[in-house]
């Protein structure tokens, strides 16, 4: 008997016997013969942020090449605000302080959004003890990450974001 002739056997009595067992394509019931009620699911976090206007919120990019430091990748998502630092911290690692006055709300929904369409992916989220810091965590293709954290201040909301592109930028902290 052929090898695929055997699969074939094997795949035919395991649906047989699995029917038999109960485990076939059967709606479930439960004891009163009704099929129970479907789970309900928790829409993902990001449904609750504000709209923002993402093109209007991101500063523009000969600013941002002239003002975060020489080689910053332009394709990586700022929020228009005050610069307060920025440079280069290591080969091919950039970090960037900027004040915006706009609650923290709508500055993590500009960046969920904006690094989403930027074709990022947000790879963790953490929220401080005393829920006042968020880290944002992102990744794109093999070696590139971004670090943003974003914290209410008196007038706003200061955002640091640190961005490496090769070697992982969690090593340098």
Not at 40 to 45: I, K, S, T, W, Y
Not at 54 to 76: N, S
Not at 85 to 94: D, H, I, N, Q
Not at 110 to 115: L, S
């Amino acid at each position: 008997m052929s090898e695929a002739a055997t699969i074939a056997r094997v795949v035919v009595i395991a649906t047989i016997v699995l029917s038999l067992a109960g485990c076939g394509a059967r709606p479930n019931r439960d004891v009163s013969g009704t099929s129970p009620a479907p789970p309900q699911v928790r829409q993902p976090a990001e449904t609750e942020l504000p709209e923002v206007d993402v093109v209007a919120l991101t500063m523009p990019i000969p600013r941002r090449q002239t003002e975060l430091g020489e080689g910053f990748p332009f394709q990586v998502p700022v929020i228009e605000g005050t610069i307060s630092s920025a440079g280069a911290v290591g080969e091919s690692v950039w970090e960037y302080q900027v004040d915006v006055a706009l609650d923290q709300q709508t500055v993590l929904a500009y960046y969920k959004r904006a690094y989403a369409g930027a074709n990022w992916s947000q790879t963790r989220e953490e929220a401080s003890a005393g829920g006042g810091r968020v880290t944002l965590y992102f990744a794109k293709g093999a070696g590139a990450e971004s670090i943003v954290v974003v914290e209410p201040v008196d007038a706003g909301t200061r955002v640091t974001g640190t961005i490496g592109i090769g070697a992982g930028i969690t090593e340098t902290f």
